[in-house]
C-alpha cells in the first residue's frame, strides 16, 4: 500500500500543477478515475495471494478505471478551456487561494483512491486457492454496477446531443428512476469489491471504501454541487424533476394524480 501511496501523491501533485498551468481544475476527474488502474495492475502484479484472483481483480478494477476516464477525457477535452462549473463554484469560494486549496483538494482525491483500493489490496493478498460464493456475488454487484454506470453516461450523452438540450432535463431511462443513476451505479462497483474482499482476514475492514464513496458522492462534490448548479440553470423544470424523481436510490418516478 505504500507503493501505490506514492505512486497516487505524484499523480496528482503532477495533475494539479497541469491543472495551474491549463487553468482549469477539471482534470482532476479524469486522473482520479484513470488513478485506479495502475495502482489496481500494482496490486494484481506485486501482490502474494492467489494468482487467479489477483488478476481477476485488477482486470475488473482497471476495465472500470479506463471507460470512466476515457469517458470523463472526452467530456473535459470537448469543453476545454471551459471549467466544469462544479469547479467554478469551488474557484469562486477559494478566491485569492485557489491554487493551494485546490492542491488540498486534489490530494484528497489520491487519497480516496488509496482507501478505495483497499479491498483489492486484501483481495491481492488472499492465498485461499479457490473463489468463495461471497467474491461470486461481489462480482455479480460490481459487474451490474460496471454496466449500469455505463448505460447511465451513454444516455446522458445521447440527451446532451440534442440541440435543445441546454436547458432540458435528462428525464429518460435510468435518470427517469433516479436522478444521479451513474452515481448510485458507481457506489454499487465498491459494495460488490467489499463483499469480494470480505472473506479475507481483515475483509471487513474494507467496508471504508464503499463508506467512504457515498460520502463524497452524497455530501462533498457529487449530488450536492450538482443539484446546485443544476436548479440555477434549469429552474423550474429541474425542481418538478426533483418533485417525481428519487435523488439516488433507482425507483418508479412519481407521478402527480
Not at 25 to 51: C, E, K, N, Q
Not at 69 to 82: F, I, K, S
Not at 92 to 117: D, I, K, P, S, Y
Request: proline content about 7%; some cysteine; hydrophobic content about 55%.
Amino acid at each position: 500500500m505504500f507503493a501505490s501511496a506514492l505512486l497516487l501523491l505524484a499523480l496528482f501533485l503532477a495533475t494539479w500543477w497541469l491543472a495551474c498551468r491549463w487553468n482549469n481544475f477539471s482534470i482532476v476527474d479524469v486522473t482520479w478515475a484513470l488513478a485506479f488502474a495502475p495502482v489496481a495492475f500494482w496490486h494484481a502484479f506485486a501482490g502474494t495471494g492467489w494468482l487467479p484472483r489477483r488478476l481477476a481483480v485488477g482486470t475488473l478494477v482497471a476495465a472500470w478505471s479506463l471507460r470512466l476516464g476515457l469517458h470523463l477525457w472526452w467530456r473535459v477535452a470537448h469543453h476545454h478551456p471551459a471549467e466544469d462549473p462544479r469547479y467554478a463554484v469551488l474557484r469562486a469560494r477559494w478566491q485569492g487561494r485557489e491554487a493551494r486549496a485546490f492542491l488540498g483538494f486534489f490530494l484528497a482525491q489520491g487519497v480516496l483512491v488509496w482507501l478505495l483500493m483497499l479491498p483489492v489490496a486484501l483481495l491481492a493478498a488472499e492465498s485461499r486457492p479457490a473463489f468463495h460464493p461471497l467474491e461470486w456475488a461481489g462480482l455479480a454487484l460490481w459487474l451490474t454496477g460496471l454496466a449500469g454506470e455505463a448505460l447511465a453516461d451513454a444516455q446522458l450523452t445521447r440527451f446532451k446531443r440534442r440541440p435543445n438540450a441546454g436547458l432540458g432535463v435528462c428525464d429518460e431511462g435510468l435518470w427517469s428512476w433516479s436522478r444521479h443513476p451513474n452515481y448510485f451505479f458507481q457506489s454499487l462497483l465498491w459494495w460488490g469489491l467489499f463483499l469480494m474482499a470480505l472473506p479475507s482476514p481483515l475483509g471487513w475492514t474494507s467496508v471504508v471504501a464503499p463508506l467512504a464513496m457515498l460520502h463524497f458522492l452524497l455530501n462533498v462534490t457529487g449530488i450536492p454541487l450538482t443539484e446546485k448548479l443544476s436548479l440555477e440553470r434549469r429552474g423550474e423544470a429541474y425542481r418538478a424533476y426533483q418533485r417525481r424523481t428519487s435523488p439516488f436510490l433507482p425507483r418508479p418516478p412519481h407521478r402527480d394524480p
